[in-house]
Structure formats: C-alpha cells, structure tokens
T-cell receptor, first 114, second 117 residues
Framework: GNSVTQMEGPVTLSEEAFLTINCTYT??????LFWYVQYPGEGLQLLLK?????DKGSNKGFEATYRKETTSFHLEKGSVQVSDSAVYFC?????????????FGTGTLLAVQP | GAGVSQSPRYKVAKRGQDVALRCDPI?????LFWYQQALGQGPEFLTY????????KSGLPSDRFFAERPEGSVSTLKIQRTQQEDSAVYLC???????????????FGNGTRLTVT
C-alpha cells in the first residue's frame, strides 16, 4: 500500500516568514495528493489537492505541486499569519478494491508567532 | 446539520468495558470512513462504508472492533472489552461521492476522544 513521510514538527515561524513543510510518498500507480489542516479545537478540513503529475493545488495562499519524479508534494506559503497555526497533514490516496482512502502522515504542527 | 457530528465528544471507559461511538454524517453523503488517531500521530484508516455496505474493514485492529451503518446514514463504531491501547481519538468522515476523495472532499467530525483506564 501507499505510505507517506512528512516533515517533523513543531515548526515555529514569525509572522510573514516563508513556510515549507516537506512531504514525500511511496505509491503504486498515481495517487491523488492532499493536504488537510486541523485548526485548534476543530476537525480536519481539506486545504488543497492535486490529482495528477505537475498539477499545483492552491488555497488560502498555500501551494503544493505534484512532483511525480521526486514523489513529493511539499506545502509552501510565502507569508504566514498567526491564524495559520495548526497541524498540517499530507495524505496520498490509496486505491484498494472498492475503497479510495486517504493515508495520512504524522502531521506537522505549525506555530506562528506575532 | 451542517457538518459531521460525532458523539460523545469524550468517553472514559474502564478496561474491559464495551463502548459505542456514534457518527452522524452530512445528509446524503454516500461514503463514510472511520479513522483512529493516536496522540501525536496521523489518522489511521479503520473501515469504509458505501451507503449501508461495509466495503473495507481492513484497518480494524482486532475482532473487538465492529462498525455498522444499517440504514446508510448514521454509523456506530463499537469496541468490545476495551484495552488501554484503544485510547485514541476516533474520527468519522463522510463524502458525497461514492468515489470519495478524488471527486469530493472528506468532511471530518471533531472526533470522540476515548480514554481507557
């Protein structure tokens, strides 16, 4: 099955700093790739996705590009805000029979300081 | 409701007790997933329903874990004879499409935090 390795946290940044959270995956075939975010006290929610090679997903100033050659899907943001403080999960999809489930990384805690 | 609702929010059980965790998905959502999230870890897949059919239960860690969705809406995850290693947050997620994730995002509930003492 598919697996994912995600940058360990916590990542602590000052407001307006540049953010990169690394994510690499192993997969058979060509999975879709997702970033989910969990804000304090809330459930996980979809941040962005890319469904094929070289696609770029983007949302709320975050971007990630599907790199098939390096099996990576790194999350970036040019200028983080305090409100971006959350746990970020990289998740490739994994086809298996009738199920298309997500395989989650361990999560990266981002703390943005004013 | 507007989102996925899980109850109870917190559950404390003594070792050996049975527990039942409830998930109310978004109305009309075909796909329903259960995940287990241990402290400091990412969610791990437990089981998947498409309407009332349980199509994948490969992630259930033992035969003490049982899930059902009899009418294709509300789902219950039951854990029998709980053990300390069952302590985790149990997440439920639903999706509109039967081909969940690629074509429609997963909507997660806030989870049930189970503590086994």
């Amino acid at each position: 099955g598919n697996s994912v390795t995600q940058m360990e946290g916590p990542v602590t940044l000052s407001e307006e700093a540049f953010l990169t959270i690394n994510c690499t995956y192993t997969a058979t075939g060509y999975p879709s790739l997702f970033w989910y975010v969990q804000y304090p006290g809330e459930g996980l929610q979809l941040l962005l996705k890319a469904t094929k090679a070289d696609d770029k997903g983007s949302n709320k100033g975050f971007e990630a590009t599907y790199r098939k050659e390096t099996t990576s899907f790194h999350l970036e943001k040019g200028s983080v805000q305090v409100s971006d403080s959350a746990v970020y999960f990289c998740a490739p999809s994994n086809y298996g029979g009738a199920t298309n489930k997500l395989i989650f990384g361990t999560g990266t805690l981002l703390a943005v300081q004013p | 409701g507007a989102g996925v609702s899980q109850s109870p929010r917190y559950k404390v059980a003594k070792r050996g007790q049975d527990v039942a965790l409830r998930c109310d998905p978004i109305s009309g959502h075909v796909s329903l997933f259960w995940y287990q999230q241990a402290l400091g870890q990412g969610p791990e897949f437990l089981t998947y329903f498409q309407n009332e059919a349980q199509l994948d239960k490969s992630g259930l860690p033992s035969d003490r874990f049982f899930a059902e969705r009899p009418e294709g809406s509300v789902s219950t995850l039951k854990i029998q004879r709980t053990q300390q290693e069952d302590s985790a947050v149990y997440l439920c997620a639903s999706s509109l499409d039967r081909r969940a994730t690629d074509y429609s995002p997963l909507h997660f509930g806030n989870g049930t935090r189970l503590t086994v003492t």
